[in-house]
């Protein structure tokens, strides 16, 4: 079935047919990064979309999650937000942060694994904004959202006005918020007159569903990459269609994917979630000492190496532009330091 084509400025505004808090610095630049191309091989162009550059206390991609999310806290006339993941999540530093902007309260609950509990990168982060936090071994997934969902009864019970996690409504949410993402690159390279051969990004969610999404909704030839930095107990793929579909229902657009459009890409997980990779210290590093720009270690790094991948297999012709969506997280740089810092394979 085919669909009709949008432009960027109608994406725009069929993403503010919904309640929207400007938490955001958008649009993000896009920019050219020259000696990385040339040290990848010099074959194509690499250009990055900053979104470690959109704000919100030391930014990243749920600046952009947060402004649909916490928009429609705000909507609902809800005076706490209850959030987790793991202890280093760059998602409930950014929700701390917006939460504290808005005059939200904000309750952490975030899942231990084997993680520190020492004060340190996003967890400092989330403790100098105001959050309060609880430590659980609850696993990220289902039995952590189960949780969330509890924590929220109770505020319930306690006569609180409670935003909580939500996975089927809070996901096609932010999902929305990268179709917007798409929609902005496409623009800027139109101002330069060019078009993507590929786009990539850390993602095996709501960031994911919405590039792929913005790929339809524009009509992009260009191949979304999904660079997934973790594994969920569900396909991946039918789950990501699945979000892009409701986040398109959303504001009224007719558009639907299929697993099949979904390229959800798990082969750069290893040697786990939350852990560095050799190819990903190797672009991390790359990026850094061509560009003087920073990934995080274990999302956008293991994405770029991704990137790297695809450009010295070849698989796109010289002169091709990629996109690398950079969806920040810099501060897990200073949790682990050694671990960035190791070149062993």
Known sequence: MSFPKLTPRQVFEAADRLPRARLAHLPTP????????????????????????TGLLLGGNKARHNEFLLG??????CDVVVWGAGVQSNNCRQTAAGCAKLGLECRLFLSLGNSSTEPRGNLLLDYLVGAKVEFTDAPL??????????????????????????????????????????????EQLAERGLTAAGLYVSSSGATGAGVALGKALLGLDAAARLICPMTWPWDIPTAIAA?????????????????????????????????????????????????????????????????????RAGRYPDGSVLVFIHTGGVPAIFADPASVLDVTP
Not at 72 to 77: C, I, P, R
Not at 162 to 179: D, E, F, I, N
Request: aromatic letters at 6%.
């Open 30 to 53: 896009l920019e050219e990064a020259p000696r990385f191309a040339e040290r990848i091989g010099g074959r194509v162009r690499v250009f990055v979309k900053r979104d470690d550059a």
């Open 141 to 186: 997934g289902p039995d952590l959202d189960a949780l969330l969902a509890a924590k929220a009864d109770e505020l319930r019970r306690e006569g609180r006005n409670p935003y909580y996690w939500h996975r089927p409504r809070v996901v096609p949410l932010a999902a929305v918020s990268y179709a917007v993402c798409v929609a902005e690159i496409a």
């Open 243 to 311: 979000d892009a579909n409701d986040a398109a229902r959303m504001p009224g657009l007719p558009h639907r994917l299929t697993a099949a459009d979904v390229d959800a890409d798990e082969s750069f997980i290893p040697p786990g979630y939350g852990k560095p990779s050799f190819a990903g210290r190797e672009a991390l590093r790359l990026m850094a000492t061509s560009e003087a720009i920073l990934t995080d270690p274990v999302y956008s790094a293991k994405a770029l190496a991704g990137l790297i991948a695809d450009v």
């Open 72 to 77: 429609d806290a705000v909507a609902q006339g």
